[in-house]
Nanobody
Framework: VQLQASGGGLVQAGGSLRLSCAASKRTASNNAVSWFRQGPGKEREIVATIPWRGGGTVRLDSVKGRFAISRDNAKNTVDLQMNSLKPEDTAVYYC?????????????????WGQGTQVTVSS
């Protein structure tokens, strides 16, 4: 499975971006997909996850109420809508396919990763 993440960019604080993760194969539709992020000098952290049946969950407390995850299994895509962006949201965002239908916060539980897309929020 190859993952292509897109949608990152430079945005002012308070703005919005929509990240999209496209999977090359339908295999990804049977597994959970998550978005992680890694800021400068920080460890990779999970942002949100969505199981194969849908009904995503935002896992990172600092973005709850501002971010939302969704998926379209017919199109093999998983999107991350990010609203009210803050400078501290600046990071490289990665999508990843889990080894099983339900997500995990541990990067080790993911078998495929996208190349990452840079999100920069200016103050």
């Amino acid at each position: 499975v190859q993952l292509q993440a897109s949608g990152g960019g430079l945005v002012q604080a308070g703005g919005s971006l929509r990240l999209s993760c496209a999977a090359s194969k339908r295999t990804a539709s049977n597994n959970a997909v998550s978005w992680f992020r890694q800021g400068p000098g920080k460890e990779r952290e999970i942002v949100a996850t969505i199981p194969w049946r849908g009904g995503g969950t935002v896992r990172l407390d600092s973005v709850k109420g501002r971010f939302a995850i969704s998926r379209d299994n017919a199109k093999n895509t998983v999107d991350l809508q990010m609203n009210s962006l803050k400078p501290e949201d600046t990071a490289v965002y990665y999508c990843a396919v889990a080894r099983r239908p339900y997500g995990s916060s541990s990067p080790a539980d993911y078998s495929y990763w996208g190349q990452g897309t840079q999100v920069t929020v200016s103050s």
